[in-house]
T-cell receptor
Framework: GAGVSQTPSNKVTEKGKYVELRCDPI?????LYWYRQSLGQGPEFLIY????????DSGLPNDRFFAVRPEGSVSTLKIQRTERGDSAVYLC??????????????FGEGSRLTVL | AQTVTQSQPEMSVQEAETVTLSCTYD???????LFWYKQPPSRQMILVIR??????QNATENRFSVNFQKAAKSFSLKISDSQLGDAAMYFC????????????FGKGMKLTVNP
């Protein structure tokens, strides 16, 4: 597709369940980012991939959160043992220029996660 | 760590009028980027304008311009000839020039455009 695609658009789950959120970046973009946006807040950085490797995962809040990008394209954000505080919109973005440039980030429409 | 502050949670403007959105930031770095993003109800963040800190000239994109005051660590966005489609959440963001690629966002400001 032409833009960054995120699925599912909305996900409702129960406390303690496992969740996967998928991001399909713009074709050819080597850099991929995950952000979390809680209600009434700005997006908070979670993790940044350059190719297949996580170049910066300092924003992951704890070891229940994990992300992969095995072939350098699609990425999956995985959340184990979900908690109500994990409820938020999870945004994915990609860019053509990863390191050092001011390459524009293109965002998807996010996945809204609700943990009951 | 860098921080970005947007002190006005909401603003409104009449269609065709001009509005200025304020943003301040805190950093010890000398070289960085600043951005304004727009987020409509669709949730997709859209880049409005970008400023490189080493450039003294204020960035301009059509009806959007910034007032970048490096010493004061201030980065305001001016929207001229406001249109109904400008109504959205606006986020100010900071990014270091080197090192991590992560954006640091402010809390955002809701802009309403009245017809």
């Amino acid at each position: 597709g032409a833009g960054v695609s995120q699925t599912p658009s909305n996900k409702v789950t129960e406390k303690g369940k496992y969740v996967e959120l998928r991001c399909d970046p713009i074709s050819g973009h080597t850099a991929l980012y995950w952000y979390r946006q809680s209600l009434g807040q700005g997006p908070e950085f979670l993790i940044y991939f350059q190719g297949t490797g996580a170049a910066d995962d300092s924003g992951l809040p704890n070891d229940r959160f994990f992300a992969v990008r095995p072939e350098g394209s699609v990425s999956t954000l995985k959340i184990q043992r979900t908690e109500r505080g994990d409820s938020a919109v999870y945004l994915c973005a990609s860019s053509l220029i990863g390191t050092g440039g001011s390459g524009e980030l293109f965002f998807g429409e996010g996945s809204r996660l609700t943990v009951l | 760590a860098q921080t970005v502050t947007q002190s006005q949670p909401e603003m409104s403007v009449q269609e065709a009028e001009t509005v200025t959105l304020s943003c301040t930031y805190d950093t010890s770095e000398s070289d960085y980027y600043l951005f304004w993003y727009k987020q409509p109800p669709s949730r997709q963040m859209i880049l409005v304008i970008r400023q490189e800190a080493y450039k003294q000239q204020n960035a301009t994109e059509n009806r959007f311009s910034v007032n970048f005051q490096k010493a004061a660590k201030s980065f305001s966005l001016k929207i001229s000839d406001s249109q109904l489609g400008d109504a959205a959440m606006y986020f100010c963001a900071y990014r270091s020039r080197g090192g991590s690629e992560k954006l640091v966002f402010g809390k955002g400001m809701k802009l309403t455009v009245n017809p």
